[in-house]
């Protein structure tokens, strides 16, 4: 059976990488979503 | 009378296949498909998807279903699905050194064929992206969109079990695959292990949504053991903010443009889903959306289940592989719970600094992405300390952004190992 313990570290960097991208990409997303928000409110407030 | 006595021992010839050695693991998978039925039906876990994996678990592992057969000159079946066959097949055959290659009879035939027109394309997880997609509300996450910042922290056990996995499985495409339980999302799971190349896509599938269907059971010991008491009877108070449905509209549009550009993997699965929801709220396509949420969603989720199925002959299911599989997607689990709970702890550090309101440690557990049981079970918990602490609008909005989160996490394994 494959087992090397030391797997775990050198892939620790997938994990580091990993995380920030998908906290960037959900932030990209949240501002997004606050500006479309934004947007159309006013947009219709407009109206 | 000869002709007919040998006719009629061939056809009981594959009851003489059964003793032959090894064959006991084939009753084992009768258990387990006779187990996934149980917990479908008695139990009521998923049963929509563990009833027919469970069946086609039992169809799938009779003689003959699945033959090793040598394409050599003089053309023979080395060995039937009672011996195992896919650890022959694509290998040279022992006794004349032709290739050797895979035959499919009875149930395994058709599944073949769907297998290879829904799974190995992965248009049955994505056709079913559409169905889910006109199923949810993003109301609840528009009202407050930084609670999306939970459902990114909740993938922190995709993350946890790569690296787990890699400990297990030399291949990283493999350990890769596996991590992605972790979404808690039967179609992403499948997307990214088929795009992989996983040899392990059955065991990965049915662990996915075996553990989905036990959210009830993993989440909440989880976040009792991280929060406490006080922790739990935070109230949250939630201000019902008008949503237009201009931004209704917008939103799936520009979350899928989001990303096709910053994450193009998860195109085809935000894509989809983003179209469900589309459907969902411009407001002038009723009689589709509710088709994509019942009809759509229901007749793939039957041909899903029974095409997993495929993959859960015993030779390529019953090993000491699968076994781990299931291990580490309870690991994927029990991370993902524990990421969003204590990045939800740590958010409240903050806000105390800031002397800001603080959140419910608990929504953080909802990130994961099997909606809406998590939303559910953390505003059920909620309850259950505090019977005047309704956290459900808050919880669902977490767990809606796992679901997308989910996906983005996805994306960045294919992009990291494809």
């Known amino acids: 059976m494959y087992f090397e ?5 050198n892939k620790l960097s997938y994990m580091g990488v990993g995380m920030l991208g998908v906290f960037i990409i959900v932030g990209i997303i949240i501002a997004a979503t606050y500006g479309i928000g934004y947007f159309t409110d006013k947009f219709i407030k407009k109206d | 009378m000869n002709d007919l006595l040998i006719k009629l021992g061939e056809l009981f010839s594959p009851i003489a296949d059964f003793a032959k050695d090894g064959n006991w693991k084939m009753l084992i998978m009768w258990a387990i498909g006779g187990v996934l039925i149980y917990l479908a039906i008695k139990k009521q876990m998923e049963p929509t998807l563990l009833l ?7 169809l799938m592992n009779f003689p003959g279903v699945v033959k090793v057969v040598c394409l050599g000159e003089t053309s023979h079946v ?30 395994a035939e058709p599944l073949h064929e769907l297998y290879n027109a829904g799974i190995a394309n992965e248009l049955f997880p994505l056709l079913l992206f559409i169905g889910i997609g006109a199923m949810i509300d993003f109301g609840p996450l528009l009202n407050n969109p930084k609670l999306m910042i939970f459902g990114a922290a909740a ?93 209704k509209i917008l939103f799936p549009i520009i979350i899928s443009v989001i990303a096709c550009i910053f994450a193009p993997g998860a195109g085809s699965l935000i894509g989809f889903l983003m179209f469900g929801n589309l459907i969902r709220e411009c407001g002038v396509l009723d009689s589709l959306s509710e088709t994509a949420q019942k009809v759509l969603a229901n007749l793939i989720t039957i041909f899903l289940g029974i095409t997993i199925a495929f993959n859960m002959s015993a030779g390529q299911f019953l090993n000491g592989d699968t076994l781990l599989i299931m291990g580490l997607g309870l690991v994927a689990f029990i991370v993902d719970t524990a990421g969003g709970v204590l990045f939800a702890k740590l958010y409240n550090l903050v806000m105390k600094l800031l002397k800001k309101p603080l959140i419910n440690p608990m929504i953080g557990a ?53």
């Open chain 2, 155 to 247: 993938q922190f056990g995709i993350f946890f079990t790569l690296c787990m996995a890699s400990v297990f499985f030399p291949e990283i495409k493999d350990a890769a695959s596996i991590s992605i339980i972790g979404a808690a999302d039967g179609p992403t799971s499948i997307v990214v292990a088929n795009k992989l190349g996983s040899n392990y896509v059955g065991a990965i599938t049915v662990a996915a949504y075996s553990y989905m269907a036990l959210v009830p059971i993993i989440q909440p010991p989880v976040i009792k053991a991280l929060t406490t008491k006080n922790e739990r009877r935070i109230r949250m108070s939630y201000t019902q903010r008008s949503v237009s449905k201009t931004t």
């Open chain 2, 52 to 58: 027919p994996i469970g069946f086609g678990a039992i």
């Open chain 2, 366 to 418: 909802a990130g994961i992405s099997a909606f809406p049981m998590s939303g559910r079970i953390v505003h059920k918990m909620a309850l259950e300390e505090d019977n005047q602490n309704f956290l459900l609008m808050h919880s669902i909005g977490v767990n809606v952004s796992g679901q997308i989160a989910s996906v983005i996490a996805g994306a960045l394994i294919l992009g990291f190992f494809s």
């Open chain 1, 5 to 9: 313990p030391m797997e775990f570290v």
């Open chain 2, 78 to 107: 080395l060995s039937t699905s009672f011996l195992f066959p896919e650890e022959y097949a694509g290998k040279l055959c022992p006794e004349c050194g032709a290739l050797l290659t895979t035959e499919y009879s009875g149930i």
